[in-house]
């Protein structure tokens, strides 16, 4: 199905984005915020290491996807398919940004680490989510081919 293949398309933005802005990033921090308690206080990571926690989840999503755009058939229903594949591809976007938010967020010293402006770039996940959704939602589902109809009873 093309809807499949291209929400498994998209769901490949966020993993292959986050490589190219791994490898184009002009001197990353080594040490960036990663993780906020309720007081708004960040926990600084090791950069390499919320880079890898950032693209094994994001890359895990992709391969689910690819999986389903192998083997989902035309008759799957189609509200269902498409809130799945959407959610499918905002959980693996939404990890994938984690590195570069905490780069910018590290970039800012006015920021001093704080959630900030950053933070919007989240919006990226829910549009890519979005788009899966619409994408697979906009396809005309075929129903089952009904079995045994037209044979010769007896």
């Given at each position: 199905m093309?809807?499949?293949?291209?929400?498994?398309?998209?769901?490949?933005?966020?993993?292959?984005?986050?490589?190219?802005?791994?490898?184009?990033?002009?001197?990353?921090?080594?040490?960036?915020?990663?993780h906020?308690?309720?007081?708004?206080?960040?926990?600084l990571?090791?950069?390499?290491?919320?880079?890898?926690?950032?693209?094994?989840?994001?890359?895990?999503?992709?391969?689910?996807?690819?999986?389903?755009?192998?083997?989902?058939?035309?008759?799957?229903?189609?509200?269902?398919?498409?809130?799945?594949?959407?959610?499918?591809?905002?959980?693996?976007?939404?990890?994938?940004?984690?590195?570069?938010?905490g780069?910018?967020?590290?970039?800012m010293?006015?920021?001093?680490?704080?959630?900030g402006?950053?933070?919007?770039?989240?919006?990226?996940?829910?549009?890519?989510?979005?788009?899966?959704?619409?994408?697979?939602?906009?396809?005309?589902?075929?129903?089952?081919?009904?079995?045994?109809?037209?044979?010769?009873?007896g």
């Amino acid at each position: 199905m093309p809807q499949f293949v291209a929400v498994a398309v998209i769901s490949a933005i966020a993993p292959f984005g986050l490589i190219v802005a791994a490898a184009v990033w002009p001197e990353p921090a080594s040490r960036i915020p990663a993780h906020w308690d309720f007081a708004g206080t960040p926990s600084l990571e090791g950069s390499a290491a919320v880079f890898w926690v950032s693209l094994v989840p994001a890359l895990a999503c992709f391969g689910v996807a690819i999986v389903c755009a192998i083997f989902l058939r035309d008759d799957v229903g189609r509200w269902g398919t498409a809130a799945g594949l959407g959610a499918l591809t905002l959980a693996g976007a939404f990890p994938a940004l984690i590195w570069p938010v905490g780069q910018v967020t590290a970039r800012m010293p006015g920021l001093d680490d704080q959630i900030g402006a950053p933070f919007l770039l989240y919006g990226i996940a829910f549009l890519l989510g979005a788009a899966s959704f619409a994408i697979a939602a906009a396809r005309a589902v075929r129903a089952p081919a009904a079995e045994g109809f037209g044979e010769a009873v007896g």
